[in-house]
């Protein structure tokens, strides 16, 4: 199946821009980006945007979990 493109909107200002662009497959609802000790949950919403000429789906930042020891 083709991943589609992501744009993860939110959250912790530390998360580099690089990172916010991320490929996932199309009936995913929620990305977890592992980040530091711990994972940022990130919703997919209604909205679309435009990454370099592709489009891309807008994921928005719901909380953030640790990682379990």
């Known amino acids: 199946m083709k991943e589609i493109r992501a744009v993860l909107v ?3 200002e530390a998360v ?3 990172r916010r662009v991320q490929r996932v497959s199309p ?3 929620v990305f977890k ?3 530091g000790a711990g994972y940022e949950h990130f919703r ?3 909205e679309s945007a435009t990454v370099d000429g592709e489009r891309a789906v807008v ?3 719901v909380m953030r979990t640790a990682v379990a020891e």
Do not use: D, S
Request: glycine share 28%; hydrophobic share 20%; aromatic share 12%.
């Open 10 to 12: 939110g959250g912790p």
């Open 16 to 18: 580099p821009a690089e």
């Open 27 to 29: 009936g995913t609802e």
């Open 33 to 35: 980006l592992p980040h």
């Open 44 to 46: 997919r919403g209604g």
């Open 59 to 61: 994921f928005e930042w």
